[in-house]
């Protein structure tokens, strides 16, 4: 067992626009929870770079869950940035990441750029 444990990895965009809603966003839903948190431009886009950062944290602070939030109007998918394709990212980000970890848990989210998170199943 390592030093320290860790609840959770919560992934995000890096776009400044949204940073409100996600802290608000994890003080409701992980309340008493810590997590580790990664921003990167575009969240899962670069899986394999996402990957290996999640490795570390499972690895390393034994995380149980991860949350994965794309948003809308991303800059670093430009006029790819349809809800559609953000939902098949996400989808397969949790695929990869399940078959290397089966026990951790994946949850997806779109978020609007009104700050309405929406999940995606
Ligand atoms: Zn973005």
């Given amino acids: 067992m390592s030093e320290h444990q860790c609840d959770a990895l919560v992934v995000c965009c890096i776009d400044f626009r949204f ?3 996600i802290r608000d966003w994890t003080d409701k839903n992980l ?3 810590n997590y580790d948190l990664i ?3 575009g ?4 899986l394999d ?3 290996k950062q999640i490795e570390i944290s499972v690895k390393l602070h034994e995380i149980k869950q ?3 939030i794309h948003h809308e109007d991303c800059g670093a998918y ?3 940035s349809m809800p559609e394709r953000h939902a098949q990212d996400l989808k397969k980000a949790k695929q990869e990441i399940n078959t290397k970890y089966p026990e951790v848990r ?3 989210y779109y978020l609007h750029l009104d700050g309405r998170f929406e999940q995606i199943i």
Avoid: C, H, N
């Fill in 19 to 21: 940073q409100k809603y």
């Fill in 31 to 33: 309340t008493g929870k």
């Fill in 39 to 41: 921003g990167f431009a």
């Fill in 43 to 46: 969240s899962t886009k670069d």
């Fill in 49 to 51: 770079m996402v990957l």
């Fill in 66 to 68: 991860i949350v994965l």
């Fill in 78 to 80: 430009g006029v790819e």
């Fill in 106 to 108: 994946v949850y997806l």
